[in-house]
DNA sequence: CGACCTATTGAGCATCTTCAACATTCGTGG
DNA sequence: CCACGAATGTTGAAGATGCTCAATAGGTCG
């Protein structure tokens, strides 16, 4: 059971860093506090004060920051054995909304009980911190796509890394992945239209690359959508901390 | 002398955690290990494993990612007191490039040396992370700015920020400040052309709101250019970490 | 059924890019 | 001290990319 909630983050985590029983062990009592919330509303609010942070379970989250003129601009995406607001714990605004794409389950962290983890099995915190540098690492590129690709290239892109991280959750292959999101989470994370985001789509399937349809991915041609996104996953590949 | 190096520094943790006599003789420790670099050869390299990182003295630096294709794409600007590469010692790559704009200075803080101030003064580790963080939250507005600003308000918004942040270390102010970057520097911050970036310029000139020339920015109308890029410095001014 | 959310497509338009030419500044060597 | 070249800044014109507005269709859920 509670096996079954911690797999995708020890999965995740396991993929770069050796755990021990005993550290696998700490990270599953971390899993204890489990809570279900229902699609669209907010987890943490902009500006919110917060102490608990969410190792999410099941389902997708994305992260958002609301402009004054009504539109917003989503910063990232969430998937099973992400860990959410991690940041908020160790500072205590949140600069930045939290909201689930569909009902999710996350497990509550309190601020202590992460502390006292950290404490007690130190390689957790590496691995842990090497995790949210990693969530940065996809932050920087997201902004670098957002600067110098064009809206063909970002898309591509954009599917190929949430195929690549649902793969190492075993939640997806090279030849596709369930996804529930809408066009318009497309498009408020690549900064397009929502009408744009549908062309871009239509092409990339005419052209037989993917196929993006009844909330699913398909990769078509996997190569060819590689090279037009000029992927290179080493920002999401890198190897763990060093672990003396 | 060493007072002199490390006051950008001191003076912006300073500004949001009160240090102590004790604090501050540890961070100017820090800062013995003095060195200049000439602008345009990179201190890090993309890509490249690196155990060491710096503390900005004097200068303007930026960080920056390389695209297959040639182009590039400035992630942030640091400014004296900006510390520089404090991922790739948490980590062991780099998955940017950091490059002087100008000939600076940098003390250079050797892993060890970090770890064990860190140790020493747990405030001060706080007051660093703090500083990450804020770097970080800086990141995500860059990011939010390309997905879902004009190129005008970009770059107001961009003038705006630098100013924030020069003024706390006491290198600007209201009125503007000396600016030593290009307009291919801006163009590729802001994910422009270089000649866009001259044409909106020149429009914010005409308009009243800034004057970029001869190395300086202008402020002639700063509540002006306030509205039009709706900046909210909230994300600069955040109170500083719990320090309990 | 009706309301609402999501997806789809067309037409016209705004923003920003590219290409090209030219001006200006600045450092360097003659 | 001047001449030259390189880097930076400036401007015009043409074109591409992506947006807005608008209309329509399918799907789901109460």
Chains 1, 2 share one sequence.
């Not at 691995?127 to 809206?151: I, K, N, Q």
């Not at 399937?205 to 993917?210: D, I, N, P, Q, S």
Request: charged share 20%; with cysteine; hydrophobic share 45%.
């Amino acid at each position: 059971m509670a096996i079954n909630i911690s797999d995708a983050f020890a999965r995740k985590l396991g993929a770069f860093v050796a755990l021990s029983a005993t550290e696998l062990d700490v990270l599953s009592r971390l899993h204890r506090r489990r809570r279900t919330f229902v699609a669209g509303r907010d987890l943490v609010h902009q500006g919110q004060s917060e102490q608990a942070a969410y190792i999410l379970a099941s389902g997708w989250v994305c992260s958002y920051k609301s402009q004054p003129d009504g539109s917003r601009q989503i910063i990232d995406f969430q998937i099973p054995g992400d860990f959410l607001g991690l940041r908020s714990i160790l500072l205590h605004t949140s600069d930045h909304g939290i909201q689930p794409i569909v009902e999710i389950e996350a497990a509550e962290v309190r601020k202590q009980d992460l502390l006292d983890a950290f404490a007690h099995t130190p390689r957790l915190a590496t691995a842990v911190l090497w995790a949210a540098s990693r969530d940065e690492a996809m932050v920087v590129e997201h902004l670098v796509g957002l600067g110098r690709r064009s809206a063909m290239e970002r898309m591509a892109h954009m599917l190929l890394e949430l195929g690549a991280r649902l793969a190492l959750v075993g939640m997806g292959n090279k030849t596709g992945y369930d996804c529930p999101l809408t066009q318009y989470h497309l498009a408020d994370a690549l900064g397009l239209s929502a009408v744009h985001v549908n062309r871009v789509l239509r092409q990339l399937r005419e052209e037989g690359l993917v196929t993006f349809q009844g909330g699913h991915v398909a990769f078509n041609d996997y190569p060819g959508l590689v090279a037009l996104a000029e992927f290179d996953p080493t920002y999401l590949d890198q190897v763990g901390p060093l672990l003396d």
